[in-house]
C-alpha cells in the first residue's frame, strides 16, 4: 500500500508471493527493495508496463533488487536493477 510510505522493502524467504498494488490518490513513485534468501523466490506482478518490456529476474539466489514503480493515474510503469 503506498499510503504506508514510497519506500518499502520485502525479504523473499519462505515462499512465493503474488504483489497487487492499491491504486493511489494521484501521480506517485514507489521504490521496493527486494532481498532474495538463498532459495530462489518468485514474484507475480499485476500489470505494469515495464521498461524494456520484462518483469524482474529474481533467478540469482541471495540476489538483492531495486524496482521502481511510478503512477500516472492511469498505469503503473515499472523499472527495476539488480545491485550487490
Excluded at 514510497?6 to 508471493?17: V, Y
Amino acid at each position: 500500500d503506498v499510503a504506508n510510505g514510497n519506500k518499502q522493502k520485502l525479504t523473499l524467504s519462505s515462499s512465493n508471493i503474488v504483489v497487487t498494488l492499491t491504486t493511489p490518490a494521484g501521480a506517485c513513485a514507489f521504490h521496493l527493495y527486494i532481498y532474495q534468501g538463498t532459495t530462489a523466490r518468485t514474484i507475480t506482478w499485476p500489470t505494469i508496463l515495464w521498461l524494456g518490456g520484462t518483469a524482474p529476474d529474481l533467478t540469482t539466489v541471495s540476489g538483492k533488487y531495486i524496482v521502481c514503480l511510478t503512477w500516472d493515474g492511469t498505469n503503473w510503469f515499472g523499472s527495476w536493477g539488480a545491485y550487490s
